[in-house]
């Protein structure tokens, strides 16, 4: 038993017994950038790309609901249709000031500290995830390694020189995708988060990833594209290539691009490596002993990719059929096209109003695309690892209480009449939301102990990033049918154990998501800037 299971059950149970260091207290003022910086480099603006109004949610889900490595799409990436995925997900879209309840509400008037809308959420809008583009012969500018400056929306240029071969060797064989000389490569540097959530931190910014991931699977779905993530590599060669120290940031994805023109490259004769570097705006960075503990046990055996069959035995336990069932309404079709879905996501933040309840085939859209987000594909294969609950307080037609969701029949399981307001508000720990007036809450969990028994301590990157995917997904299916939507980690995990009845099952519920009709006519500030 790895190290990982160790860390799974802190998280479980930080909502009794407080993570080390339990006294922490983040030092706000010296706070690390919300992107890397590399000065003195050479940067490549990137190219508006149009998005089609009948490149719809829809179709990104359909693509989603493959379950096996085959490519959803046949088309193929160019430099259009990068910049439009890298734009829409990571990349900033408008300055956002509304009256809400989070804590940084203060801050947010001052332009230093303003709150940027990007597609993607992130736990506490860090955004730690960096984006690499290690580009061969095929593309349409000189190979090399270029860093993706979400705040610039342009490619800055690390290394010049094919490299696309070390990218293709670090992968080995059986990795997901096409053959391609280009690649997006996805590091996740741990100060950008941990500043803040100390050890917490892995859980938190695991999660980042998938709701990334997810993001440029819905996007390119939509257009016929594949996104295909590998989470099996040889991490440390990617690392040096890279120019990182893996101990300070992860190499956690490589998503191969089908791209007009590519071929599978040679590997190259000698290592090479970026050398530009960082540069950290914190005087001080701090480490943290669980987080690198994590990073270390978690990147070990990254190059043994599992056979996706070896997850069976922790897929998803089916939905039990004896419970009462309440039925649900069709799934509406979501014929919102992607990117306009994307950038109206926002998180409610204290704004769900109980009095207007949200119709049942609202909830019916949510549950139906969490399901179809559920699977990361590549090289995790098409197992659902996760089932979803639901916390049914103020939805029309549906009586107050804790069902399951049966994806295959499309309808809500009771497993405790009554209504959960007190239960889940009593259980939540921070101010930001008063979870009695969402209009339901939902539950992810995912049997983490038989996926870490499964594939070892790196499986715990593909729990989280399945959360986060399923995350991404319902903020964006929320955001289709005109509802609000929240995300948090911040609640007492054992006391949603106990009131599911999941004891004995294996079952984490790892995070709660919120949905509801928000106060009509809030005071809002919203600046678009692509």
């Not at 998503?255 to 599978?264: H, I």
């Not at 209480?401 to 009771?414: F, I, Q, T």
């Not at 955001?479 to 609000?484: F, L, P, R, T, Y």
Request: hydrophobic share 40%; with cysteine.
């Amino acid at each position: 038993m790895g190290y990982a299971h160790e860390y799974a059950a802190a998280i479980l149970q930080r909502g009794r017994v407080p993570m080390d260091p339990a006294d922490f207290v983040p030092n706000w003022s010296d706070g690390p950038r919300k992107a890397k910086f590399y000065p003195g480099v050479d940067s490549l603006p990137l190219p508006d790309c149009d998005y089609p109004a009948d490149a719809a949610l829809d179709r990104g889900l359909a693509g989603l609901a493959q379950e096996t490595q085959e490519s959803c799409g046949d088309g193929e990436f160019d430099l259009a249709l990068l910049a439009g995925m890298l734009r829409d997900s990571y990349g900033l879209t408008g300055r956002r000031l509304g009256i809400q309840t989070n804590t940084d509400l203060g801050a947010l008037p001052h332009y230093p500290l303003a709150n940027w809308s990007r597609g993607s959420a992130s736990g506490g809008g860090l955004y730690p995830v960096s984006v690499y583009w290690v580009s061969g012969p095929s593309g349409p500018v000189p190979p090399g390694v270029h860093y993706y400056s979400t705040r610039h929306h342009a490619m800055q240029r690390l290394l010049t020189g094919d490299v696309s071969g070390e990218v293709r060797a670090a992968l080995g064989d059986g990795a997901p995708g096409p053959d391609t000389d280009q690649y997006l490569v996805l590091g996740i540097k741990y100060w950008q988060n941990a500043f803040k959530y100390n050890n917490f931190s892995f859980h938190a910014v695991s999660m980042d990833l998938g709701a990334c991931v997810q993001t440029w699977r819905m996007w390119a779905g939509a257009r016929g594209l594949s996104v295909q993530p590998a989470l099996w590599f040889d991490e440390e060669r990617l690392g040096r290539l890279l120019g990182v120290d893996t101990a300070e940031e992860g190499v956690f994805a490589v998503v191969p691009l089908d791209w007009a023109g590519a071929a599978a490259p040679a590997p190259l004769a000698a290592p090479v490596s970026v050398r530009h570097r960082d540069r950290e705006r914190s005087r001080t960075v701090l480490t943290f002993d669980a987080l690198r503990r994590m990073q270390a046990v978690t990147a070990a055996r990254a190059t043994d990719r599992p056979d996706p069959a070896v997850l069976a035995p922790a897929a998803a336990h089916p939905a039990d059929p004896a419970r009462p069932e309440a039925a649900l309404p069709p799934a509406p079709p979501l014929g919102t096209d992607v990117r306009t879905a994307l950038r109206a996501r926002r998180s409610s933040f204290g704004r769900f109003d109980a009095r207007r309840p949200i119709g049942a085939g609202q909830l019916a859209a949510c549950l139906a695309a969490s399901v179809a987000g559920s699977r990361l594909g590549g090289d995790t294969g098409g197992q659902r690892l996760a089932k979803l609950y639901a916390f049914v307080g103020h939805v029309e037609g549906i009586e107050p209480g804790a069902y399951e969701y049966d994806p295959d029949a499309h309808v809500l399981r009771l497993v405790k009449a009554g209504r959960p307001g007190e239960f889940l508000q009593k259980n939540y720990f921070l101010s930001n939301y008063n979870l009695e007036q969402a209009g339901a809450v939902l539950v992810p969990t995912v049997r983490t102990e038989a996926v870490l028994d499964a594939v070892g301590d790196r499986g715990y990157r593909l729990v989280n990033a399945t959360v986060g995917a399923i995350a991404q997904t319902v903020y964006t299916a929320a955001s289709a049918v005109g509802i609000g939507c929240g995300v948090a980690l911040g609640f007492d995990n054992i006391s949603y154990i106990e009131e599911l009845s999941l004891a004995g099952t294996g079952e984490a519920p790892l995070l709660i998501m919120m949905i509801g009709n928000e106060r009509p006519a809030p005071a809002d500030f919203r600046y678009e800037i692509a």
